[in-house]
């Protein structure tokens, strides 16, 4: 059975920083591909970054390029998405995806989903 559990998310203030970290179980880390989507209050999910099942080639929406950084601990099966310089559109719930494609960037492409976890950016 796969899972993908996320910790690390809560309140943060504009302009500050949050980790998010997603630790699989279930599959053969290294072989999938790993990243984050996230939802808004009445809006849709969309792609945040993703990185490449070989590790070598990440991918980010231009919201979040050069403020969001993704990594990955094939170690640790444990995927990080360091946040900075948060704004309150950043506010959203973050969810974990894996897909067995090389990099993702759409929904159709994930195989697997983690329930997400609340991030809140106050102004």
């Known amino acids: 059975q796969v899972q993908l559990v996320e910790s690390g998310g809560g309140l943060a203030q504009a302009g500050g920083p949050l980790r998010l970290s997603c630790v699989a179980s279930?599959?053969?880390?290294?072989?999938?591909?790993i990243g984050w989507f996230r939802q808004a209050p009445g809006k849709e999910r969309e792609f945040v970054a993703a990185?490449?099942?070989?590790?070598?080639?990440?991918s980010y929406a231009d919201s979040v390029n050069d403020r969001f950084t993704i990594s990955r601990d094939n170690a640790k099966n444990t995927v990080y998405l360091q946040m900075n310089s948060l704004q309150p559109e950043d506010t959203a719930v973050y969810c974990c995806?894996?897909?067995?494609?090389?990099?993702?960037?759409?929904?159709?492409?994930?195989?697997?989903w983690g329930q997400g976890t609340q991030v809140t950016v106050s102004s």
């Open positions: 990185f490449s099942q070989s590790g070598g080639s990440k």
């Open positions: 279930g599959l053969r880390f290294s072989q999938y591909a």
């Open positions: 995806a894996a897909s067995g494609a090389y990099i993702f960037r759409e929904e159709r492409s994930v195989d697997y």
